[in-house]
């Protein structure tokens, strides 16, 4: 694959931002627009003011009021505008415009929340020292499992930001109701609901949107259009995102293997009758590209189409919600020009054929003013098939095809019940149940050659693999049970304990492999090691204590401070044991159940600083992370816990400007698990810049990344394998230096 020059990327970059620009300007031009943003009146007296696809200012959001805000018109719209509302919420503190294609990147704030590198739209979810599959993602009630031995498509690589109405991130101790076979916590996305016009009226509505970042050409455009009446609506959202290499601070050495090249399209139709709502998407992904500069691989094509309904009823006994969904994706792995480049003789062709299709029904039956109870069931499959095409002219790597996952499927079937209990004004509780039953087998594999004296460790692995008995069932359970305690008006209490468990994904179970190229082929931590499944692992059960503080001042609007500890031991942690060393002091491990244990404490404070006409609103807004993992067995740290870590921001908010100034902290990473070869990485400081100004229906947004153009390193970005390739050097992952960033959008 031939990829486009730095100077042609640019210049497309240009060409993109222009004319999505120019569009907008059309757009917002005969729009009927108010010269002032409508606002709603939140239940605790304050207003949240939105712009009409991204709410353009930034504030801190409680994780018990994270709801999807019904895109209703609102009162003091003016009568000739009948343009709906729509808003993103985040829990957390969030930012003001978001400039990353990565949806994961909506989630930054949260408490206990980090993610670490992949691809430029695939990063992946860290909860509480708790990465990856440990973390149940649920993508508009689809639970997706990553189709790549290398996680190279995550479940919020599927979703383009601007599609995302919510966006939730619960660590720890989660509701029995947000999903089984986890121990980290739970990130729920949804997809925005169908909007419908006033009775008797037909609706056009939808909105434009140009980004540009410079430190690597990136450059995006995304859309929707809905045309609706009261009954029925019809909407078309559709994205386009690229980026070539981008280069570091300090230096400015270029990170190779950091392009990437994506397109998102999709189609809801709904109906509203009363209290009932039915919503069906279809839609389609296309990744022509993606470099990943800590894996040895990289994505040549990714192809998914899904299918997802959903139904919402209030009835007077109950609540009902049920989702359906259906998803193919078909991927393909080989070797971009920073590593080598592909060809018919030249590269590592790779292929993953994936089909996900499920349901989730959950009913919410009222027991008493008081009291409810929420009963929900739920079905998962995941089939998979992983196999390596032969290379032309390669004794390695042909004559035959390797095998290996073949006809893998993993089935999750659950079930749950909660009961929610609000006691007293002051005191609520909240207990769950759930049973998981999680059935999964493979069939038999193969090697490039059954004759062949290169493949000797893998032909003798395959024969063993084939010998033994793969199918596997687990039946786990989970119990949560949390209580919330209003102390004061000013002061609240919430504490809870989890018991939680998840069983093995298919490549920690099924990677069958034990030839030294085979072993680094498989592998979603970005460390450059090898990995062997284990036919013998156990689900981890975590049984996790957390609560947390909040205290604020009587009114809820000056200042706010909040504590959260937790600590979790989880029993049949799956982590490592080494097998062998590589020549470049890498080594092959294969995946064991150890018990560990992980603790830490998060935190979060705002303050205003003032409040007046001549002014504006003006506030500081911190954040803080701590994480510290052990593996009882080795005594090593867990893999990727992120060092002690903050923010410390300022905003400002008059009239339609915003502005914000941010200060990131991380220090130093020493406590590292020394299995994996885990690098060291030196602590940094960054400042970023940014500010927004709304008009008529136009919201204009500029920020800089890393001002000083600070050389630093990801302390979770593992390897440079990219880099790895052309020096011989291997280091740390290096991050983004310093980008100017724009994006203009526009409603209609």
């Known amino acids: 694959m031939t990829l486009p020059s730095y100077g042609r990327s640019h210049r497309r970059a240009y060409l993109a931002f222009g004319c999505t620009s120019l569009l907008t300007l059309i757009a917002a031009t005969n729009a009927h627009a108010a010269t002032t943003p409508p606002a709603t009146t939140s239940p605790r007296g304050g207003t949240k003011v939105a712009a009409s696809a991204l709410e353009t200012s ?71 020292g708790m990465a990856d599959d440990r973390v149940a993602t649920i993508v508009d009630g689809m639970r997706i499992a990553s189709a790549c031995p290398n996680h190279m498509n995550p479940a919020m690589s599927y979703i383009d930001p601007d599609s995302v109405s919510s966006a939730e991130a619960i660590a720890g101790v989660t509701p029995v109701s947000l999903g089984g076979d986890s121990t980290g916590g739970t990130v729920k996305i949804e997809r925005k609901d169908p909007l419908f016009a006033a009775p008797g009226k037909i609706l056009v509505t939808g909105h434009v949107r140009g980004d540009y970042r410079s430190n690597g050409g990136g450059s995006g455009a995304s859309g929707t259009v809905t045309v609706a009446n009261d009954l029925l609506s019809l909407r078309y959202t559709g994205s386009y995102s690229h980026a070539s290499n981008y280069h570091t601070g ?118 008493s003013t008081h009291h409810n109870i929420k009963l929900g069931s739920s079905y998962d499959h995941n089939g998979l098939n992983d196999w390596w095409p032969p290379l032309v002219g390669s004794m390695m790597m042909g004559p035959g095809t390797f095998h290996n996952i073949n006809n893998g ?83 609240m209490l919430e504490g809870g304990y989890a018991r939680k468990t998840r069983s093995p994904n298919l490549y920690e179970r099924y990677a069958w492999g034990m030839g030294t190229m085979a072993t680094r082929m498989i592998g979603w931590f970005g460390d450059g090691n090898g990995y062997v499944g284990n036919l013998n692992l156990r689900p981890e059960i975590a049984n996790t204590a957390s609560m947390t503080l909040t205290w604020h001042d009587p009114k809820g609007e000056g200042w706010e401070v909040r504590l959260q500890p937790f600590y979790t031991y989880t029993e049949g942690y799956i982590n490592v044991v080494r097998l062998a060393s590589f020549s470049n002091g890498l080594s092959k491990l294969q995946f064991v159940n150890h018990n560990a244990q992980s603790y830490g404490l998060n935190g979060s404070a705002r303050y205003r600083l003032w409040n007046d006409e001549r002014f504006g609103q003006g506030r500081i807004v911190t954040s803080f992370n701590w994480v510290r993992g052990q593996d009882m067995v080795t005594h090593s740290g867990l893999y990727h816990q992120m060092p002690a870590n903050g923010t410390i921001g300022l905003r400002e908010t008059y009239q339609n400007w915003t502005g914000r100034v941010d200060v990131t902290l991380v220090k130093k990473k020493s406590t590292v698990d020394w299995l994996r070869n885990e690098p ?69």
């Open 409 to 491: 499927h993993r089935d999750r079937l659950g079930h749950y019940i909660e009961w929610n209990a609000q006691w007293t004004r002051r005191f609520s509780t909240q207990l769950g149940l759930r049973s998981d039953l999680i059935m999964m087998n493979t069939g038999k594999v193969a090697p490039y050659s059954w004759t062949g004296m290169m493949q000797m460790a893998d032909i003798m692995a395959a024969r063993k693999f084939n010998a033994a008995s793969r199918g596997r069932t687990d039946t786990n359970f989970d119990v949560t049970s949390t209580g919330r305690w209003h102390i004061r008006d000013d002061l």
């Open 58 to 128: 930034q504030r801190q959001t409680r994780p018990s009021s994270i709801k999807r805000i019904a895109p209703d018109r609102t009162a003091n719209q003016s009568d000739g505008d009948d343009t709906p509302v729509e808003y993103l919420r985040v829990q957390g503190i969030r930012r003001a415009a978001i400039h990353s294609p990565d949806t994961a990147s909506l989630l930054k704030g949260s408490l206990g929340y980090t993610q670490y590198a992949a691809g430029g739209v695939s990063s992946l979810p860290v909860l509480n």
């Open 680 to 748: 060291r990485t030196p602590g940094y400081a960054l400042l970023g810049l940014g500010g927004s100004y709304r008009w008529r229906k136009l919201t204009l947004d500029a920020s800089i990344e890393n001002v000083l153009n600070q050389k630093y390193y990801l302390p979770l970005g593992g390897l440079s394998l990219g880099d790895y390739r052309q020096t011989n050097i291997l280091s740390p992952l290096a991050g983004l230096g310093r980008s100017f960033n724009l994006s203009l959008t526009a409603a209609f």
């Open 250 to 367: 300090g230096d400015g050495k270029q990170v190779r293997s950091t392009s990437y090249l994506s397109f998102n399209h999709a189609v809801t139709a709904g109906l509203k009758k009363d209290n009932h709502l039915l919503a069906l998407t279809f839609g389609q992904q296309d990744i022509p590209y993606e470099g990943f500069p800590n894996q040895y691989m990289d994505m040549t094509n990714n192809r998914s189409t899904f299918v997802n309904g959903k139904y919402r009823g209030e009835y007077r006994w109950a609540t009902l919600d049920v989702r359906g969904f259906w998803q193919r994706v078909d991927h393909v792995m080989n070797m971009m020009n920073d590593k080598g480049g592909h060809s018919a003789t030249r590269g590592m062709p790779m292929n993953t054929d994936a089909r996900t299709a499920g349901y989730a029904i959950d009913l919410t039956v009222p027991l």
